[in-house]
């Protein structure tokens, strides 16, 4: 793997994660040296989200933050803890609403709680015209119907991303045609893993991102992830799609631009 590509993105990290808390400094710092220039740090629940954009006070240079409420955490919410997400995301440095979607691997939450959550949430970023970090396991039907029903930003082929994409390449060539994105994280790497992979070969170049989704989805289990390991995702994005990890970066970064874009 490449020690340096300059110019790429993470475009999924909760640096504010706990996990975090004792080295997040040295965390950017790393990343920055490894080339990374932008890192999307989404909320998954209301204080995660301000965290986030507390982080992108910090660091305006490179850390990026969206406000939202995942799937997990859908039955956390009444009404004004809505209130004050939608306040939180008319804060002008909010770059996206996310992460939101539909988990029915784990239901953390009950479905009819994450589907209202996820349709309140895709609303809230049509009517601020903002992109959209979503979240999908075991739920391809559903989240391919809802962002294929989305209003939000029409005009625009930057409406959102499917984080960690866990699906084919069937789907991820529907949501590329319905102007979203695909980002990879390092279990596109994973042999078994042969909807992402092939999803990963089949994308025109400027139709998908790489990510982390740091702390989660490392290559240790018992280890934390952190930004840097993007350059590994892209070095196997690259393999996949025989070329070389620097040719992705310009790609990469361009859509990246273009999803933040207000
Ligand atoms: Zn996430």
């Given at each position: 793997m490449p020690g340096r590509l300059a110019g790429l993105v993470d475009s999924h990290a909760h640096l504010q994660h706990e996990r975090f808390d004792g080295d997040r400094d040295e965390v950017v710092q790393r990343a920055a040296d490894a080339g990374i220039e932008r890192i999307m740090v989404p909320g998954w629940d209301l204080p995660s989200?301000?965290?986030?954009?507390?982080?992108a006070a910090l660091h305006p240079q490179i850390?990026?933050?969206?406000?939202?409420?995942h799937p997990h955490d859908a039955a956390s919410?009444?009404?004004?803890?809505?209130?004050?997400?939608?306040?939180l995301a008319r804060d002008p440095a909010v770059r996206a609403i996310g992460e939101i979607g539909l988990d029915f691997?784990?239901?953390?939450?009950?479905?009819?709680?994450?589907?209202?959550?996820?349709?309140?949430?895709?609303?809230?970023?049509?009517s601020l015209g903002m992109a959209v970090l979503?979240?999908?396991?075991?739920?391809?039907?559903?989240?391919?119907?809802?962002?294929?029903?989305?209003?939000?930003?029409?005009?625009?082929?930057?409406?959102?991303?499917?984080?960690?994409f866990s699906g084919d390449a069937a789907m991820a060539?529907?949501?590329s045609d319905a102007g979203f994105l695909v980002s990879f994280a390092l279990p596109v790497a994973f042999r078994s893993a042969i909807g992402p992979r092939d999803a990963a070969a089949s994308l025109a170049a400027g139709r998908f991102l790489v990510e982390t989704d740091s702390p989660y989805?490392?290559?240790?289990?018992?280890?934390?992830?952190?930004?840097?390991?993007?350059?590994r995702v892209a070095a196997r994005l690259a393999r996949l799609r025989e070329t070389d990890p620097a040719e992705l970066v310009g790609p990469i970064r361009a859509a990246y631009d273009a999803l933040v874009t207000r």
């Open positions: 989200s301000e965290a986030a954009l507390e982080l850390i990026h933050a969206a406000v939202g409420v919410m009444d009404e004004s803890a809505w209130g004050r997400l939608e306040s691997f784990r239901n953390l939450s009950p479905p009819d709680a994450q589907r209202e959550a996820f349709a309140r949430q895709l609303s809230l970023a049509a979503v979240h999908d396991r075991d739920a391809h039907a559903d989240v391919t119907e809802a962002l294929e029903a989305w209003p939000g930003r029409l005009a625009s082929n930057h409406r959102g991303v499917l984080h960690a060539l529907r949501l989805l490392g290559p240790d289990r018992d280890r934390r992830n952190e930004p840097t390991t993007v350059l």
